[in-house]
């Protein structure tokens, strides 16, 4: 995944920006767009055209995303229909595809451009019946076994953003070469005006949103406590209605929805990043559970893949909501097969060690869930129980194979009703934790500096002793000092550099501050 910035904007001598424009003007689907682009042109405003057409949004492992806008380095119709030509192309004729999209400005009609692109070019094609959450689109491919999928999304990205995400038939997010070479078959697409569209593509009915309902709430156990009272966030994001309607399902019909953050609204106008992991992101969620003595706050991401959990006022990291999860699900449901969990290299070791307790298998992962979903999808024999990562993304079992904020917001509440019913508490069962395993703690930095000081500081951490280089499989140096663990890694989609803290029985933050030092960093690159 490629995101566009305008902080590196440079307009090169002897490039005409202004022809590059008159020419995407001519192809361009949109009258907002090319509004936008007669406007630059009228105003002679050479610095935004620079930003838009001195660069083009790639498609990669996460597909596209990137700001809104015209031009080839912002996301467009005109550019979703050559990565809908391309996909096409690359997937063949006779193929089968499903295409999801959210509320954002412009989701429905990139959805529906690309149906129509992918329909004349002999795929059978089915979108979702509305605006819905990721995760039903991931369900989608594997219960209609399709051969791919598309979901229009940039998650819990700003209100400007938009984004492009493609599964293949296994229901998992792309992983290379099949990036490659998509990414290969929509560079020799042609203008756009040459992209033949039709109409010959299937709009599905509500049973697919049923079906994923129905298969979620089979993960809750029947006849356990439901007394729970709830305060429930979607974040301006489409997961109300799944959400609610999975917790009525099982039982829990005390919810208190945020009703500032309630309705599906693009510009998220109660918070600055409609992130549940941003400060500040859940106080109207934290304000309202103080207001109705809520038990637990639940809050899904805008297009609900995430989850995020807070009790008595303090929210919970998402380490400690994967340890729960994986502790609950271990304990609680038998298999006849041997289990696995899988995380992140960047989450918690908390995970493994619970996982050892019971005698399921723990593998690690690189980063993101398309990398998360491997282990399951490698060893079918095994029952696969929980995929996380630190960064809010769990994936309960393999209904969904990749994240899952609905399905891990139900397991949540299963436990928290549970614990409530022995007067204790999710907190009380992190104590427990520590009690039995150590004090597991961990924290993060991100460094905002760009490429080459990226490099120095990375080149620096891999000289130390014992310093262990993920590359060529990433671009990642993991550092170990007895039960202490450091991970140093890139931003794939900003100029951050991103630091990883684990201790156990230690100080996180005084080994945040001392990692800073081994590459060459200060307190003055924080953002």
């Known amino acids: 995944?490629?995101?566009?910035?305008?902080?590196?904007?440079?307009?090169?001598?002897?490039?005409?920006?202004?022809?590059?424009?008159?020419?995407?003007?001519?192809?361009?689907?949109?009258?907002?767009?090319?509004?936008?682009?007669?406007?630059?042109?009228?105003?002679?405003?050479?610095?935004?055209?620079?930003?838009?057409?001195?660069?083009?949004?790639?498609?990669?492992?996460?597909?596209?995303?990137?700001?809104?806008?015209?031009?080839?380095?912002?996301?467009?119709?005109?550019?979703?229909?050559?990565?809908?030509?391309?996909?096409?192309?690359?997937?063949?004729?006779?193929?089968?595809?499903?295409?999801?999209?959210?509320?954002?400005?412009?989701?429905?009609?990139?959805?529906?451009?690309?149906?129509?692109?992918?329909?004349?070019?002999?795929?059978?094609?089915?979108?979702?019946?509305?605006?819905?959450?990721?995760?039903?689109?991931?369900?989608?491919?594997?219960?209609?076994?399709?051969?791919?999928?598309?979901?229009?999304?940039?998650?819990?990205?700003?209100?400007?953003?938009?984004?492009?995400?493609?599964?293949?038939?296994?229901?998992?997010?792309?992983?290379?070469?099949?990036?490659?070479?998509?990414?290969?078959?929509?560079?020799?697409?042609?203008?756009?005006?040459?992209?033949?569209?039709?109409?010959?593509?299937?709009?599905?009915?509500?049973?697919?949103?049923?079906?994923?309902?129905?298969?979620?709430?089979?993960?809750v156990l029947d006849g356990g406590p439901r007394d729970l009272s709830i305060v429930y966030t979607p974040m301006h994001g489409v997961g109300r209605r799944v959400a609610i309607e999975a917790l009525l399902r099982v039982g829990f019909d005390n919810v208190h929805v945020v009703a500032e953050q309630a309705e599906p609204d693009p510009d998220f106008p109660t918070v600055a990043f409609p992130n549940p992991e941003e400060a500040g992101a859940l106080d109207l969620a934290l304000r309202d559970a103080a207001r109705v003595d809520a038990d637990i706050v639940i809050?899904?991401?805008?297009?609900?893949?995430?989850?995020?959990?807070?009790?008595?006022?303090?929210?919970?990291?998402?380490?400690?909501?994967?340890?729960?999860?994986?502790?609950?699900?271990?304990?609680?449901?038998?298999?006849?097969?041997?289990?696995?969990?899988?995380?992140?290299?960047?989450?918690s070791t908390l995970l493994e060690r619970i996982a050892a307790d019971f005698g399921a298998r723990s593998e690690r992962t690189l980063t993101g869930f398309k990398w998360i979903v491997r282990p399951a999808l490698a060893h079918p024999e095994l029952e696969f129980v929980l995929g996380y990562e630190e960064a809010l993304g769990y994936?309960?079992?393999?209904?969904?194979?990749?994240?899952?904020?609905?399905?891990?917001?139900?397991?949540?509440?299963?436990?928290?009703a549970l614990l409530k019913a022995e007067g204790r508490t999710l907190l009380d069962r992190l104590a427990e934790f520590d009690e039995r395993y150590g004090r597991y703690r961990t924290g993060q930095r991100s460094f905002r500096i760009a490429a080459p000081r990226q490099a120095e500081a990375m080149a620096r951490v891999r000289s130390l002793a014992d310093a262990e280089d993920l590359r060529p499989q990433a671009d990642v140096v993991i550092l170990r000092r007895g039960r202490d663990r450091v991970v140093f890694r890139p931003s794939g989609t900003e100029p951050k550099l991103k630091l990883y803290a684990e201790t156990v029985d230690g100080d996180v933050d005084a080994l945040l501050v001392e990692?800073?030092?081994?590459?060459?960093?200060?307190?003055?690159?924080?953002p």
């Open 1 to 219: 995944m490629i995101h566009s910035s305008s902080s590196t904007v440079r307009v090169v001598a002897g490039v005409d920006y202004r022809e590059q424009a008159r020419q995407w003007l001519a192809d361009d689907p949109d009258p907002d767009t090319r509004a936008e682009l007669e406007t630059l042109l009228s105003a002679g405003d050479e610095v935004a055209l620079a930003d838009r057409f001195s660069a083009r949004l790639q498609f990669g492992t996460a597909g596209l995303r990137g700001e809104l806008g015209a031009g080839p380095n912002r996301m467009n119709r005109a550019l979703v229909r050559q990565a809908a030509a391309g996909l096409a192309h690359h997937l063949g004729s006779g193929r089968r595809i499903v295409i999801g999209y959210d509320h954002r400005h412009k989701s429905k009609e990139f959805a529906h451009d690309s149906a129509a692109v992918m329909a004349a070019a002999g795929l059978q094609v089915m979108v979702l019946p509305g605006p819905l959450p990721t995760p039903i689109l991931a369900f989608a491919i594997t219960h209609l076994a399709v051969d791919a999928g598309v979901m229009v999304t940039a998650s819990h990205n700003p209100a400007r953003d938009n984004g492009y995400k493609v599964y293949l038939g296994d229901g998992a997010q792309i992983v290379p070469p099949s990036d490659a070479e998509i990414s290969t078959a929509i560079d020799g697409v042609g203008p756009v005006a040459s992209i033949e569209m039709s109409d010959t593509y299937e709009v599905l009915d509500e049973s697919v949103v049923d079906a994923y309902l129905s298969a979620a709430t089979r993960l």
């Open 299 to 347: 809050a899904n991401d805008p297009d609900a893949d995430r989850v995020s959990v807070a009790v008595g006022g303090r929210r919970l990291s998402g380490d400690e909501v994967g340890a729960l999860i994986g502790h609950h699900l271990l304990s609680t449901r038998a298999s006849e097969r041997e289990r696995l969990v899988s995380s992140s290299i960047v989450s």
């Open 395 to 416: 994936a309960v079992g393999s209904l969904v194979r990749d994240k899952d904020g609905i399905t891990a917001a139900l397991v949540v509440a299963e436990l928290a």
């Open 515 to 526: 990692a800073t030092s081994w590459a060459g960093l200060d307190e003055v690159d924080l």
